[in-house]
Structure formats: C-alpha cells, structure tokens
C-alpha cells in the first residue's frame, strides 16, 4: 500500500505541477496534442469517407485500413518518424503518427455509416428528386451520424494513448511524466503518471459518451 | 592503414543486407521473446474470458458489470497499463505478460458473449427439448456456435498483442520492441526498420495461421455459404 500513498504524495506535491516539466504543462500539451491532431484527422478522413460511402467504392480499402492499423505497432512508427528528416522538427513525428492512427477508425467506422443507410430510404429521396448532394448531406449523412460519432470516440481515444506512447520516442505529453518515472528509477512517479494518463483517457471517453447521450434523438441512432 | 569499412553499416542505411547476417542470433532471440510474450498472454487471456464470458451470457446481472470493466481497461492506455502494474511485478517478463493478458482479456469477453448472445433461441430450445443439459448445451451446442465470433476476437486480440509487445521494452521485455528502442537511442536505422517489419510480418502469420485454425474448426460456416 505504501506505493499507493508515496504516488499520492507525488501528485500532490505542488512542486511537481509547475514547470516545463510540471504536470500543469504535461496536461495542456497533451490535451493540445489531442485535440489538434483529432481535428487534422477528421479534416483529412470524413470527407473521403462520406464521399466513398457515398459512391460506394473503395469499400476494401476504408474496411481493411484498420486491421492494418492494427498491426503496426505505433512504437514502431514512431522511431521510424524520428529517424526520417521528419524528426528534426519538434512534435513533427508525434503529430504525424498520431493522425496516421486516428485516421483508420474514423475512415472505417464512416464508411460502415455510409454503407448502413437503408438504401430503400436512399431510393425514395433518389425518387424525391434529391440530387447527388443533398442526398449526401440531408439523408445519407443524418443516418450515419451515430457511427461516424462512434468512429470519432474510438479515434480520440486512441490519440490519448498514441500521444502517451510518444513520450518513449521523445514527444511531450502525461507519458513523459512516466518516462521521466523509470529513468528515475522512481516507482511513485511512475504509478502517479500512470493514473493521470489513466484518468485523462477515461474523462475523453466519458466526454463523448456525454456528448453522444445529450445529442438530439437523431444523432444517438435509436429514436427514429 | 586501413580506414573504417564502407558498408551498409558504416552508411547507416535503413536497408541492409550485412545487418541480418551478423545480426542473426540477436534478431532470432527477439522474434522468439515476442512470440512467447503474445503467445502466453493470449493464451492466458483466452482461459479468463471463456469462463466469464458464459458467466455474463448466464447470469443477466453479470453482463453489464463485466462489459463496464473491460471497456474500462481497454480505455487506459498501454504504457500506463505497464506503468500501474509496475509496483506488483517489478521490472519482470510477468509485468508485460500481465498487461497484454487485460487487453486480450476484453476483446476476448466482448467476442464471446457477442457469440453466444448471437445464438439462435430456437436452437436453444431444440437443444433443451432433444433433452441437452446445461453443461452440453453449452459444450456441443452453443460455443461451438459461437466460435466464429470468439475467433474474429481471438485475431484481433493477437493482433493487438504482438503491436503492444513493443511497448515492453520500457521494462526491457519487449521483443522486437528491445532493439527499436535501443536502435532509437543509438540512431541505428538497419535495426528499427527490420524489427518493425519483422513486428508486422509477425501480425500477419499470427492472423492467417489463425484464419486457417478457424477454417477447420468450422466446417460447417463454409458448407452454408456454396
């Protein structure tokens, strides 16, 4: 039990919150990190995925990019970033590694969306006289809202833990508090970063099952 | 007097040729540490989840508090999954072991009770009715049922392993992950390009050799299909 308490201890010691390497600074970047690399991410996967779904083509590709995802280990890609001539520039190899893991769930999870839209639906709006666009955006796009919310959850997600594994590869962010941690040989530091980066990822994701709860019935995908 | 040798090496080149030569025996001990770490932990896990997961599918009550905590642990990031279990095990093989055996753990519990959920009440019942009792219903009726569901998981959750093996190497047992991050430190190019690739190489005969496991076991998902 001591650990517990001598971690405890760590984090509320005020002088461990300030600083550049103060867990004050660690948080905002890493909720910088996040934030910023989500909506790069979004900007560069929604629109290809809405516009595939939409036609539907490239369905193999927008489905099998995340088991890809999956196999490649987000080390792996990081210290190879940083070897390449994008590691010289600071944050460059965490920035692009992060988006590079947040694409695939957002591109898969809006294409399923897309592709999941009851197409008798789609052939009455055809019927209406809706033309490609207002097909996309006023009923394909409506229907998909609840998976592409999904896919937007499973990315943000995904992006706390990828921001956290950048700390071993040199980035900023709660996993150099860890980091910092084991070259200290300081098992306190260790489990209290660890509980932080814990606690963070767990207030993202409580903050889009919030935002999914509080979303009009439309959104949520079970009150039509 | 001769200078330094002009070789792959010396040029510090991310493909080469004289990297796997020399380092052939360092290269082999990796692959079989990150084999045995994935294998171990996934195996673990798969003995947890099945028991759980026909507890869930048994006892109504159970399900919502067993998918609560699993998505709990799926959420916290892996370094700090190794960073939180480090006061129980210490720097140790096991540390990494225990943390890959929680993630394998839920993907597992998910697949499983998705499966069983996905059998059909009828067959249940014709099961029941031919007078099946509870421990062969679920033996010979429903988890065979729910095996092609426990396999998509049971890819997925190896998958996943072997990508989160490398995360290891902050308490040294890593497999490949070890020479990435001594390759990191050392800027040496040859090494962290062959052991991701041979990370990924790993991923996907672990996921065929799965693939095919799943074919044989389920002869009968492919008779329906032609």
């Keep these: ?196 980066v814990a606690v963070f990822a767990l207030a993202v994701e409580a903050v889009f099952v919030a935002v999914e709860r509080l979303a009009p019935a439309r959104a949520r995908g079970d009150g039509r | 007097m001769t200078g330094p040798p002009d070789d792959c090496l010396a040029r510090n080149e991310w493909i080469c040729g004289a990297y796997l030569s020399t380092r052939r025996h360092i290269l082999l001990d990796a692959v079989l540490q990150h084999l045995q770490l994935t294998g171990l932990s996934v195996l673990i896990g798969l003995a947890v989840a099945v028991p759980l997961a026909v507890l869930a599918r048994r006892w109504k009550g159970a399900a919502g508090p067993v998918l609560a905590v699993t998505t709990v642990l799926y959420t916290i990031p892996s370094l700090a999954m190794f960073s939180l279990l480090l006061p129980l095990y210490g720097l140790s093989a096991t540390l990494v072991v225990a943390g890959l055996v929680l993630y394998s753990l839920t993907l597992l519990v998910r697949n499983i009770l998705a499966g069983l959920r996905a059998v059909p009440e009828e067959t249940r019942q014709a099961a029941l009715g031919m007078g099946y009792g509870p421990a062969r219903l679920l033996l010979t009726v429903e988890l065979p049922l729910a095996l092609p569901a426990a396999m998509a998981g049971l890819r997925i959750a190896t998958v996943s392993a072997v990508s989160l093996v490398t995360i290891g190497a902050i308490v040294g047992f890593g497999g490949l992950g070890n020479l990435i991050y001594a390759g990191m430190n050392t800027y040496f190019k040859a090494q962290v390009l062959t052991a991701s690739v041979l990370c990924v190489v790993i991923a996907v005969a672990a996921d065929l050799l799965l693939l095919g496991l799943q074919r044989l076991l389920t002869p009968w998902t492919r008779t329906a299909r032609t």
Excluded at chain 1, 173 to 194: C, D, E, K
């Design chain 1, 1 to 196: 039990m001591s650990t517990v308490t001598d971690a405890w201890a760590w984090l509320t010691d005020p002088a461990h919150w300030a600083g550049d390497d103060g867990i004050a600074h660690r948080l905002l970047q890493h909720l910088a990190l996040t934030v910023v690399c989500l909506a790069v991410s979004c900007l560069i996967a929604l629109p290809v995925a809405l516009v595939l779904g939409h036609l539907g083509k490239g369905g193999a590709l927008a489905v099998n990019i995340s088991n890809v995802g999956r196999a490649v280990p987000t080390f792996a890609v990081l210290v190879l970033l940083l070897l390449t001539p994008v590691g010289r520039w600071g944050e460059g190899p965490t920035v692009v590694a992060l988006v590079l893991f947040a694409v695939p769930p957002l591109l898969t999870n809006a294409y399923v969306g897309m592709r999941g839209v009851d197409r008798d639906v789609v052939q009455a709006a055809r019927g209406m006289g809706m033309i490609g666009r207002q097909l996309l955006f006023r009923v394909e796009l409506p229907l998909a809202l609840p998976m592409v919310l999904t896919g937007v959850r499973i990315a943000a997600v995904q992006l706390v833990a990828t921001a956290t594994i950048a700390a071993l590869a040199g980035g900023g962010g709660l996993g150099r508090i860890i980091t910092a941690g084991f070259n200290l040989a300081s098992t306190p530091q260790v489990v209290a970063g660890a509980v932080l």
